[in-house]
């Protein structure tokens, strides 16, 4: 006799039943603002408890946890979470069991680098690299980065941020050999990246800034063009150094901040190996720390 076989879709929906049976179980009436009342024989809440609380019906939420073919609404799942008090980690499984987008959170509190992510910067002896927050601000960055595209601990504000850097700041544009080809691509992918934040006050003084003081971004924000870059190979020109050439790469720091880790690996051409190691070698001593 052969045993009855699951679809994927089944197996996710069995999974997201079981997965809120044992969040409501783990959860005390108390904690839940319920009075405990007489003895209970089920641990934790009652389905009708949390249908409540949530204010969904109790046969729906019943359906769900059997893993029937229900479809809860963001709406419903945000509510769900409150309702059994899910953690961020726990929120996240939630919605991606249940297959939707989480609602993304956008960070109200100031952006902060933590210890072992500045250890990590400090190790790139020989790969330029910054972290950027969620408005492309420059948060945190190595030796070798304040070599290379200068010392951002000489910027304060608007004028420590990507956007800004490349369309006004005079040095971060005579450094870019593809200036135009690269500054299209960092508005065009800026754009993709903030759609998040759309009416987010930051970003729009920051636009609104960059309209104000650059005639290419004036004329290019509006025409909406989108792109993702995550990698790429960048040519510049040092002032001292001459021409190099990079390879960088972007990577998310999964800490629900949008923080990103920019790495800039350099290539034989250009013998740019060579000439970031005698960068590095004349960089002032108290720069040679992250």
């Excluded at 690269?182 to 800026?190: E, K």
């Excluded at 995550?230 to 790469?249: D, Q, Y």
Aim: glycine share 6%; hydrophobic share 40%.
């Amino acid at each position: 006799m052969t045993s009855p076989t699951h679809s994927p879709e089944d197996s996710r929906r069995r999974e997201l039943g079981a997965f809120l049976r044992s969040r409501r179980e783990r959860l005390s009436p108390q904690a839940a603002g319920i009075a405990a009342g007489a003895r209970r024989r089920t641990p934790g809440l009652r389905r009708e408890e949390v249908a409540m609380i949530a204010g969904v019906g109790t046969t729906w939420y019943t359906w769900l946890e059997q893993g029937r073919d229900v479809r809860p609404s963001v709406e419903v799942l945000t509510a769900l979470c409150e309702a059994l008090r899910l953690d961020a980690a726990e929120k996240r499984h939630l919605f991606i069991l249940a297959g939707r987008q989480q609602p993304e959170r956008r960070a109200a509190t100031p952006e902060k680098v933590d210890g072992p992510l500045l250890h990590m910067l400090q190790s790139l002896v020989m790969q330029p690299a910054y972290v950027v927050g969620r408005r492309w601000d420059v948060l945190a960055w190595n030796p070798a980065a304040a070599a290379v595209f200068g010392d951002y601990g000489l910027l304060e504000g608007d004028a420590r941020n990507i956007v800004h850097m490349v369309f006004t700041n005079p040095h971060h544009r005579r450094l870019l050999v593809d200036w135009e080809g690269l500054a299209r691509a960092v508005i065009a992918s800026f754009r993709a990246e903030s759609a998040k934040y759309v009416g987010d006050p930051d970003f729009e003084r920051l636009i609104a800034l960059m309209t104000r003081s650059s005639p290419e971004f004036r004329a290019w924000w509006p025409r909406r063009d989108v792109v993702r870059n995550l990698s790429g190979v960048k040519h510049i020109r040092h002032p001292s150094a001459g021409s190099m050439s990079f390879e960088h790469m972007s990577f998310s720091i999964d800490d629900g901040s949008d923080m990103r880790l920019i790495v800039y690996t350099p290539l034989a051409e250009q013998n740019s190996i060579a000439k970031l190691e005698k960068l590095l070698e004349t960089l002032p001593a108290e720069r040679r720390t992250a």
